[in-house]
Each structure stands twice: as structure tokens, then as C-alpha cells.
């Protein structure tokens, strides 16, 4: 179980310290071929969803007499139990996971990335007060925690949006709070209080350019689990509704077809597949060169 680590516990200034703009993140994905796989994967997902629209595909939701059909020609992937083209539908459930992803995660980066900043900078009773709330959030298992969330608010995407930042938003936190806790020891910060700089100037252009490995590598990570819990939610009836083109629907809804028509479960489940194997091979990929010891 996650717990609140303690301010003795925190990194050492040596590790916590180091910058690591744009441009090095970019030098660290070239370097590393497990990230530039997992950042040609994720390139292909954001595209599908971005340009979806624009693609000649038949409207998802329009049903027809061939139902049921396996990959052709004309179908590549197929039909579902109404007819509906299930290209079309994978392809366009891609735009409501990106969505559902990318808006949860952000909110958790700026929500608990904020509450990091605050407890780590602060200390005291900041962070003791902080640290006890998260601490209920981390008693609960992370799924259990979002299927309550959802249950309670209802079934819908935008619920869905706010169970997975809800969950996340306590994992910045620790995730920023460790490395604030030793940067804010560092004698480059020292030398700007002894200037006269605010603390508001020290955390924007002293602090936060040096979480942007950590942020980046947490937000890769976090992204493939909001793929993955946007589908088991999906599949459960708890955030889009059929007819809607969500691969998790989908998966629901081709169950019990798995004998005699696998292709209405086996498409929707690649799709998940390589978005979050995406996510998790950029991610690792991006710890990996980003590491201060194998540099």
C-alpha cells in the first residue's frame, strides 16, 4: 500500500536536482530504442484519434443487414452483432480514450503537482496536513477507489474523467513532493533567498524546471493506466453507453459472440493493447535514459 513518505525519507539533493528540459528528453528518447518504439505506438494512437474524423470510414453507429461478418475486403475487421462496421468503431473509440486520458491525467498533474509543490516547498505543517488527507486516498485500492467514484457519480465519461484525476492526483503529489523536499535544500536556492527572490520566483525558475523528468516519465505511465481503467470501466457499463464506439463497449458487447465471431473482441482488445503498451514503453523508456546513474 502507497503511504505518505516521510521528510527524512526523501531523496538525496545529488539525485533529486538535476534539469532535464525538452531538449534533453528528446536527446533520451533517441537514445533509447524501447522509447522510440513506445513513442511511435502512442504517435499512431494520438493521430488515429486526431484525424478520425476526416478518414473515409462508415458512420460507426449506421447499422446494416451484414451482420455478424467477418474480415473482407469491404470489412476489414469485420461486423458486429447490427452490422456496424467495426473498423469505423475502433478507430473512433481511439478519440473518446484519448480524451478521457489525456483531460484525467492533466488535471491530476496540475491538482496533485500543486499539492507536491506545496507540501515540499512548505514543510511543516503543510505537508503534515496534506500528507494525512492523501493518505485516505491511498488506503484504497486505485480501481476499487475509481469504480466507487464512478458508481457514485454515475455512468458517464465526464465522471469517469473525474474518478481516474481523483486517484492519480494524490500519486503526483508524492511523486513531486520527494524531489522538492531535496531541491529546496540545494545551494542554488539558497543563493537566490539570500538575493531576495520570492518563493513563487524560486519554485518557477529554479524548482519546477528540474521535475520535468519526473513529471514527464509519471505522465507517460499515467496516461497508459487511464487507457486501460477508461476501458475496464467501459466494459463494466459505468462510462460510455452503446451505442457509443468505445473499445471497451465493444469488448462488452462481442463477449458472447467469442465463439463463432472473435474478431468483435480481438480488434477492440489489440487497440487497448497498443495504446497502453505505448504508454508503458515510452515511460519506461524515458526512466531508463533519464536515470542519473547510467548517464
Do not use: C, K
Amino acid at each position: 500500500m502507497a503511504t505518505w513518505i516521510p521528510e527524512s525519507a526523501s531523496p538525496s539533493p545529488a539525485a533529486a536536482g538535476r534539469s532535464f528540459g525538452f531538449g534533453g528528453i528528446g536527446a533520451a528518447i533517441v537514445r533509447e530504442p524501447v522509447a522510440l518504439l513506445g513513442l511511435a505506438l502512442v504517435a499512431l494512437y494520438v493521430a488515429v484519434a486526431l484525424v478520425v474524423g476526416f478518414l473515409p470510414l462508415r458512420d460507426p453507429l449506421q447499422v446494416s443487414a451484414q451482420r455478424l461478418v467477418g474480415p473482407t475486403p469491404e470489412f476489414p475487421f469485420g461486423t458486429d452483432a447490427l452490422g456496424r462496421d467495426v473498423l469505423s468503431r475502433v478507430l473512433f473509440g481511439a478519440r473518446l480514450s484519448i480524451r478521457v486520458a489525456v483531460l484525467s491525467v492533466a488535471i491530476a498533474t496540475i491538482v496533485g503537482g500543486a499539492l507536491g509543490l506545496i507540501s515540499g516547498y512548505l514543510g511543516g505543517w503543510a505537508d503534515l496536513v496534506i500528507g494525512r488527507v492523501l493518505d485516505v486516498f491511498f488506503a484504497f485500492p486505485a480501481i476499487l477507489l475509481a469504480l466507487g467514484i464512478v458508481a457514485a457519480l454515475g455512468p458517464d465519461p465526464s465522471n469517469v474523467i473525474i474518478a481516474i484525476a481523483v486517484v492519480y492526483t494524490p500519486i503526483f503529489a508524492r511523486v513531486v513532493r520527494g524531489p522538492v523536499l531535496a531541491l529546496r535544500a540545494r545551494d542554488f536556492v539558497e543563493a537566490a533567498r539570500a538575493v531576495g527572490a520570492t518563493s513563487s520566483r524560486i519554485v518557477v525558475r529554479h524548482v519546477l524546471p528540474n521535475l520535468m523528468s519526473t513529471l514527464v516519465v509519471q505522465v507517460s505511465l499515467a496516461l497508459s493506466w487511464a487507457v486501460l481503467t477508461e476501458g475496464a470501466l467501459s466494459f463494466l457499463g459505468l462510462s460510455a453507453q452503446p451505442p457509443a464506439p468505445s473499445w471497451g463497449v465493444m469488448l462488452s458487447e462481442g463477449r458472447q459472440y467469442l465463439e463463432f465471431a472473435t474478431h468483435l473482441a480481438v480488434f477492440p482488445g489489440l487497440a487497448i493493447m497498443v495504446a497502453v503498451l505505448g504508454f508503458n514503453l515510452l515511460g519506461d523508456g524515458l526512466r531508463d535514459a533519464m536515470d542519473p546513474q547510467r548517464r
